[in-house]
């Protein structure tokens, strides 16, 4: 069994354990354990398990939508194929860190946060690609479809933040 599996099912394992503990009222856990379990729960979904759900969709999306377009007789632009400086793993890691502990916190406004944090993204992509030197990409079908694979990865990466976050509240004490 590869390590990653063996990881994922730990993972699942420890929330059957915690969730079941938390469900049924066993107070066996003391507050402190409790909120380490779930915290590291809560975290390990949010970015580990996330992290591999959400690049095997996106990298289904993107080999679908190559296939499409060389199908259709109009190929993705070269600069649209290419990775950015910094990678979407990593710039996923770190929102969905920060959106999972407010969510775990119930900070006020963080639901409308992630959406208004979704939209400059996706405002900053359109913009992006609005402005490339050939202004005609815009009309390839591939180059959209590119812009909305992104809009289902931060999407993904929300609502694994959403869980993670959803997670980690059960451990924090009363």
Aim: net charge positive; glycine share 8%.
């Amino acid at each position: 069994m590869k390590k990653s599996r063996l990881i994922e099912w730990l993972i699942v394992f420890f929330i059957g354990v915690a969730l079941t503990s938390h469900l049924n009222g066993y107070d066996f856990i003391s507050p402190l354990i409790k909120w380490v379990i779930f915290c590291t729960l809560g975290y390990l979904i949010s970015l580990y398990l996330a992290n591999n759900i959400i690049q095997g969709v996106i990298d289904q999306l993107y080999d679908h939508i190559q296939k499409q377009a060389e199908n259709d007789g109009e190929p993705i632009p070269n600069l649209y194929s290419q990775q950015l400086y910094i990678s979407g793993k990593k710039i996923g890691v770190y929102e969905r860190g920060l959106f999972t502990g407010l969510i775990a916190y119930h900070i006020s406004g963080v639901a409308t946060a992630m959406f208004v944090y979704i939209t400059v993204k996706m405002t900053i992509d359109w913009l992006n690609l609005l402005r490339r030197d050939e202004a005609d990409h815009w009309k390839v079908k591939a180059v959209r479809s590119l812009v909305f694979r992104t809009l289902i990865g931060n999407i993904m990466s929300m609502g694994f933040a959403f869980i993670g976050g959803l997670i980690f509240r059960f451990g924090i004490p009363k």
